[in-house]
């Protein structure tokens, strides 16, 4: 027998405009042509990342940034986008907080807000066009065999999506019924089906403008052509608070970004791993992937894959992680975020301190300036 749950359907929602949301994009936005602060205490670790992106680029290996919504709320989507379109980063990570703070701060030039009250409220996350419009974008993007990240980029981009013909879809999923197949699009064709009936959402262009669409790091990737892969958690994000929720396509989304993410690692060797504010997911999900594409190069009696890794927290750290782990009653031993990482195989680089002072830095320096 199931165990008891809510019902998700019956959550009470309210437009986004009816949130007083902490800030807009306008008192954030950092300007990928201004003059970088004095890097102080982080200049050696920068100008050792610069040299290793030159180098990575020069050979063409990876260079792929894993990033928490911090990275998006400090407003560097417009900077982060600019060394994307230079060709200095090639593939973007992001946990699902990371897009939805992009999502809305595209849509509404607006994004974060009370979680102390919301929650006590029972209001915390639950905003309708959030929900409605991320699980969309998904939804329709799976049809053509898209994960979660690229789907949402397009979204944002071309402000809005094209849903196909119900009946096409049903006549689709009679014909496999009767003669199944190895489709690995049927169901997501079944999951769209199911959300076009019980939201009546027609055939055809469902626009949805994106007026602050050039503050997206989501839709510059996609423009730029360059992966930007999300890794979320279900009930991690606020989208889980909606009645359109949808488990299964978010899952099915982050796993076709999880093989994605798997290939821009497989093309580290010689590369860099920039990760920036991301304590949890970055690490947890890269030591899987490396282990995916390791797994892969072995049965080509290939050896293992030795990147450049660049780790960015807050956290203010006394462990020399150059000399190894610490012992465990080290405090240090459980910093995830730097432990996972030392054990993947390349050299590991710690710059603590503020990510707009590591990433301004570091496109500035780049681009020659």
């Not at 009653?329 to 503020?354: Q, T």
Request: with cysteine; glycine share 10%; hydrophobic share 45%.
């Amino acid at each position: 027998m199931a165990y008891d749950r809510l019902d998700h359907r019956q959550l009470h929602v309210q437009p986004l405009a009816a949130r007083k949301s902490k800030h807009h994009l306008d008192e954030i936005r950092r300007d990928p042509d201004a003059t970088p602060p004095d890097p102080g205490a982080m200049a050696p670790a920068i100008a050792a990342t610069v040299a290793a992106i030159r180098a990575a680029r020069a050979s063409g290996a990876a260079v792929i940034l894993a990033y928490g919504a911090h990275l998006v709320k400090n407003g560097l989507g417009p900077v982060v986008a600019r060394l994307v379109q230079e060709g200095w980063i090639t593939h973007l990570a992001t946990n699902g907080a990371g897009t939805i703070h992009d999502w809305e701060y595209a849509y509404g030039g607006r994004s974060e807000e009370d979680v102390r009250a919301h929650v006590a409220a029972g209001c915390f996350g639950t905003w309708d066009e959030t929900g409605r419009y991320i699980h969309l974008a998904v939804l329709a993007g799976a049809v053509e065999g898209m994960g979660y990240g690229e789907s949402l980029g397009r979204f944002i981009a071309e402000d809005g999506c094209s849903l196909p013909d119900p009946d096409a879809l049903a006549a689709a999923l009679t014909a496999w019924a009767a003669a199944p197949s190895d489709d690995p699009l049927m169901p997501a064709r079944a999951e769209l089906l199911q959300a076009m009936r019980r939201s009546n959402l027609p055939a055809g262009w469902h626009r949805v403008a994106h007026p602050h669409h050039d503050f997206s790091l989501t839709a510059a990737a996609y423009r730029a052509r360059a992966p930007l892969t999300v890794h979320p958690g279900i009930g991690y994000d606020i989208i889980a608070n909606h009645p359109a929720a949808n488990g299964a396509a978010l899952g099915r989304a982050a796993y076709l970004d999880y093989q994605t993410f798997a290939h821009g690692v497989s093309q580290l060797d010689g590369g860099v791993l920039l990760s920036v504010g991301s304590a949890i997911m970055a690490p947890q999900v890269f030591e899987k992937a490396l282990s995916f594409a390791n797994n892969l190069r072995r049965q080509q009696g290939l050896g293992p894959i030795r990147p450049f890794i660049v780790v960015n927290d807050l956290a203010t750290i006394d462990w020399d992680w150059s000399t190894g782990e610490p012992p465990m009653d080290n405090p240090a031993y459980y910093l995830r975020f730097c432990k996972s990482f030392s054990r993947m195989g390349g050299e590991m680089v710690y710059a603590g301190g503020d990510n707009a002072v590591l990433l301004t830095n570091l496109q500035a320096a780049l681009a020659g300036v």
